[in-house]
């Protein structure tokens, strides 16, 4: 069964930063990609962040380009967010969520019903 838990969130000052952690487990195979995706009440769920396990490749939504960066610990399991400079329009309910199409491009990470998986959300806030 694979399953997604996510971790990390907080409360923090404007410009300052916050790691999130998913731990990803369940899969029989290696081709999958994780993305980070940010939710605000009466709001669409917005992509944020996404990488492909197999080769690596990196996406980010011009929101947060710059700032965040999100990276992986293959022998954990992990993948990270880290967000830097962190502003209060980031505030949200933050999800990872795993595609597992194995075809996962830029065209493609940023569309919802590509990710069939999804963890819990863990609560980011940034005061002003």
């Known amino acids: 069964e694979v399953q997604l838990q996510a971790s990390g969130g907080g409360l923090v000052q404007s410009g300052g930063s916050l790691r999130l952690a998913c731990v990803v487990s369940g899969f029989p195979f290696d081709d999958y990609a994780i993305g980070w995706w940010r939710q605000v009440p009466g709001k669409e769920r917005e992509a944020v962040s996404c990488?492909?396990?197999?080769?690596?490749?990196?996406y980010y939504a011009d929101s947060v380009k710059g700032r965040f960066t999100i990276s992986t610990d293959n022998a954990k399991n992990t993948v990270y967010l880290q967000m830097n400079s962190l502003k209060p329009e980031d505030t949200a309910v933050y999800y990872c969520?795993?595609?597992?199409?194995?075809?996962?491009?830029?065209?493609?990470?940023?569309?919802?019903?590509?990710?069939?998986?999804w963890g819990q959300g863990t609560q980011v806030t940034v005061s002003s």
């Open positions: 990488l492909t396990k197999k080769d690596g490749s990196t």
């Open positions: 969520a795993a595609d597992s199409s194995a075809s996962t491009s830029g065209n493609t990470w940023s569309h919802i019903w590509m990710y069939d998986y």
